[in-house]
T-cell receptor, first 115, second 113 residues
Framework: DAGVTQSPTHLIKTRGQQVTLRCSPISGHKSVSWYQQVLGQGPQFIFQ???????GRGNFPDRFSARQFPNYSSELNVNALLLGDSALYLC??????????????FGPGTRLTVT | AQSVAQPEDQVKVAEGNPLTVKCTYSVSGNPYLFWYVQYPNRGLQFLLKYITGDNLVKGSYGFEAEFNKSQTSFHLKKPSALVSDSALYFCAVRDGGDYKLSFGAGTTVTVRA
C-alpha cells in the first residue's frame, strides 16, 4: 500500500506570498494532521482534521489554515509568509475516530524556504 | 498542558552495545506515548506506542520501551545496537482524549562500527 504522500517536495517563496501544501493520506485513514518542523527541533502540531472537520489546532497564527476534502486528502495554506515560516511541513494520517490512541503515519514532508 | 523532555541531545554507542534513549513526559490525564525515528531528509517512522497494559512495549526493528508511571518516563531501548540505527529519535505524548500530539526536541543516536 502507498504511504502518506505530500506535494511539492520543495518550495521556495518570497516573504508576503501565499503557499498551499498538499497531502494524501494512507487509504482507509480518515484523519490528517499537519506539523511544522524547524531545523533542530521536534515537530510542532498545527492542525488535525477528521471527516472534514477541524478537531484540534496548535498555537499558530490565523495565517495558517487547512481543509480536508471528501476523499480525505488535505491542504495546508499559509498566507503572508514570513522568514520564520521556513521549515519542513509534515503531514500524518491515522485510523483514529473516536480514540486518540492510534499512531500516526508521516509523509516525507514539504521543505518550504522563504526568502 | 502536555510536554515531553528528551534530556540528551546526542547518544553515542558502539555497535553491539545496548542503546537507551531517555524520555520524560508531563500530562494532566492518562498518557499515550509514542516513539518515532527520522532518517535524513525523510519523514518520521513509527516505532512503538504505549496506551495501556504491560509496561514493557515491544516495537519495530528490535526496539522496546518501558513505561514508568511513577517516574513519568518512557525510555527507548535496544539490547544490541546496529550502525543502521543511527538516526534522530523523537518521543511524543498525547493526553488521553486530546488529539494534539506533542514531540520532544529529539535525540541524535550515533552507533559506531
Amino acid at each position: 500500500d502507498a504511504g502518506v504522500t505530500q506535494s511539492p517536495t520543495h518550495l521556495i517563496k518570497t516573504r508576503g506570498q501565499q503557499v498551499t501544501l498538499r497531502c494524501s493520506p494512507i487509504s482507509g485513514h480518515k484523519s490528517v494532521s499537519w506539523y511544522q518542523q524547524v531545523l533542530g527541533q521536534g515537530p510542532q502540531f498545527i492542525f488535525q482534521y477528521y471527516e472534514k472537520e477541524e478537531r484540534g489546532r496548535g498555537n499558530f497564527p490565523d495565517r495558517f489554515s487547512a481543509r480536508q476534502f471528501p476523499n480525505y486528502s488535505s491542504e495546508l495554506n499559509v498566507n503572508a509568509l514570513l522568514l520564520g515560516d521556513s521549515a519542513l511541513y509534515l503531514c500524518a494520517s491515522s485510523l483514529e475516530g473516536g480514540s486518540s490512541s492510534y499512531e500516526q503515519y508521516f509523509g516525507p514532508g514539504t521543505r518550504l524556504t522563504v526568502t | 498542558a502536555q510536554s515531553v523532555a528528551q534530556p540528551e541531545d546526542q547518544v553515542k554507542v558502539a555497535e553491539g552495545n545496548p542503546l537507551t534513549v531517555k524520555c520524560t513526559y508531563s500530562v494532566s490525564g492518562n498518557p499515550y506515548l509514542f516513539w518515532y525515528v527520522q532518517y535524513p531528509n525523510r519523514g518520521l517512522q513509527f516505532l512503538l506506542k504505549y496506551i495501556t497494559g504491560d509496561n514493557l512495549v515491544k516495537g519495530s526493528y528490535g526496539f522496546e520501551a518501558e513505561f514508568n508511571k511513577s517516574q513519568t518516563s518512557f525510555h527507548l531501548k535496544k539490547p544490541s545496537a546496529l550502525v543502521s540505527d543511527s538516526a534522530l529519535y523523537f518521543c511524543a505524548v498525547r493526553d488521553g482524549g486530546d488529539y494534539k500530539l506533542s514531540f520532544g526536541a529529539g535525540t541524535t543516536v550515533t552507533v559506531r562500527a
